[in-house]
């Protein structure tokens, strides 16, 4: 346990050092400020609450921004420490390559969750404290949801980065199959859903399964856990018109997404355990 | 019972012998040169030594224990490793560094400055390894891996690019460790250097274990002749020439070799000759030559 905190805090540590957390927390701290005010600004004086609307914008920044930051940090972790050396030098440690893999996650997962923290809730309070609802009246419940579910967002991309830093032998080709990962997962999975659709003409294919197919890939379920996380967001990003039976449960979409942080980081684990060194 | 033991080990990489059968043994207290030339097998060697990757024949125990086996994290806090070539991280300090490391082996932290000490880098322990010149980056690895006073001491290539002074400073703690009497495993390409510190030589030659001994027997087995240099007046000079057959004559001195073990005999042969010598000079075939002359045997061998 000592061994996988001492893992855990140099990763900590190297994020602060590299100012990698101050500068991803700016960038969405001013990400979700000029979304915040841009999508507030014409509600005008609708009874929806300014935050519901914050909550549909920054779960749409989230979708595209989370993701790739999540893969840019955990793409290097093995490869990079491979090239440079020091993995071979780690493994010669008491620690174990499972132990090498959490100390990772934590440790990043952390970072992320500062960014993450500090960013939207800068966002959030801003939107909150100018509004002219009463600050207790606010959507906190949505708001509360979006960032619980962003960190788990940033866990999901976190895992499937281990993937390709353990598998791969460069640390180019993790790069590039990261930003393959990212455009599947935020852009193809869902273009290919539509032409699959489109192509239809409405009788063939199942309603239900549609959606699990929808739901499987863990933005999606991300998108549905946010947008009608309550009537107001719901309304906001055209999902009011749900029916109840096309709306999942919110128990099965963080389980989608807790089964997307397992899974993979399991299978980085155990392709790294046959990592040849 | 051996520290190091190795039983006709083997590992492919795909169709390429990496180390072929390979058989020896490191006894507690023993200083082992491993040479060869480059990709002769060392570092894959080493690698199975410390349980990096698994032999795909044979059996490898270090400290009687498997490398592979999980239980041998026991037996990792007390082995020091400095590998080949390795990057810290620029934005740590050397001090950061070495206490990461020193908290995953369990060993304690307070003991830092001492090492510091040890490989002269106290007064920049504090400063980023940015800042660090290479001989000073090679100085913290070896501070690295003497952390928690290891039994075991494995070092891949030390001096490799270092200057002189930074050399004669890697030399002098493993002078320290070995009188300590920490087993050692080292691999090198400076051979002439270390030829007073180790007890025996492994060579190395496209994965298989060419000769192992002492350089004393290793020379003596190789056959190789030592060098005879004499300084003398012209008159004597002649006399040597036409004794020991017309050798080589430089700046008045002749230079001719002497086969192993030959010697004594040629200084009384010398002696009896009973002319004015000015000064002599005996050259002992060091070992890199030994090296060269046994890896150049088994590639003839081998076409």
Redesign the interface.
Known sequence: M??LW??VC?EA??GF??RWVIMITLVMTALALILSFLGSAPTGTTSVSPLAVTVVSLSSLSIFFIPLIALLLAYDGVVGEAE???L?????????RPEVILGKFIGHLFLLTIAIMVGYGVAGLTIALTGEAGFADQEWDSFRRLLLSSVLLAAVFLSLGYVISAWVSERGTAAAMAIGIWLLFVLLYDMGLLALLASDSGNGINGELVKWLMLINPTDSYRMFNLTSSSDTALLSGMAGLSADHRASDASLVLIMLSWVIMPLAAAIAIFKRR?? | MNNIELISVTKDYGRTKAVDNIDFGVAPGECLALVGHNGAGKSTLIKMVLGLTRPTKGRVTVMGHDPMATSFNRVRKTIGFLPEQVLFQNNMTGRETLDFYARLKGASVDGLDDLFCRVDLLSSADDRIATYSKGMRQRLGLAQALIGSPELLILDEPTSGLDPASRQNVYGIINDMKSAGTTILISSHALTELDSRIDRVAVLSRGKLVALGTIAELRQNIGLPSEIKIQAPAESLKILTRHFGGKCLINGAARFSCPAGGKIAILKELMDLNIPLADIEMNDPSLEQVFLALTHKERQADE
């Open positions: 000592n061994r001492t893992l140099k540590r190297d050092r590299n440079r050396g020091t071979t030098l780690l493994l010669t440690h008491p620690v174990s040849q060194l």
